[in-house]
Nanobody, 115 residues
């Protein structure tokens, strides 16, 4: 069984920064892909960034140039650096990993951008 545990969310003022972490534990085999999604109240969950096979990182247009996704293979951890945060970035952020043929989700961490 694989568990994903996120951390790093919180309340930040517009223009501020946060760093989200997602650590995988358990019977981890080959991680095929990983990503970060977010869901704001009353809205559908949307992809923020992902790393697919081949190592290419993709970002949704609204976060390009502000968010950076990275990974530490030795720690089975993926990160999302959030810079120049805007109120529109307020949402629950969820990490996702595809391991083998199974998709796993973290429990989510709340990011609130407000003055």
């Amino acid at each position: 069984q694989v568990q994903l545990v996120e951390s790093g969310g919180g309340l930040v003022q517009p223009g501020g920064s946060l760093r989200l972490s997602c650590a995988a534990s358990g019977s981890i085999g080959s991680i095929n892909a990983m990503g970060w999604y977010r869901q704001a109240p009353g809205k559908q969950r949307e992809l923020v960034a992902n790393i697919i096979s081949g190592g290419r990182t993709n970002y949704v247009d609204s976060v390009k140039g502000r968010f950076t996704m990275s990974r530490d293979n030795a720690k089975n951890t993926v990160y999302l650096q959030l810079n120049s945060l805007k109120p529109a970035d307020t949402a629950g952020y969820y990490c996702w990993m595809s391991i083998g043929h199974v998709h796993y989700w973290g429990q989510g961490t709340q990011v609130t951008v407000s003055s």
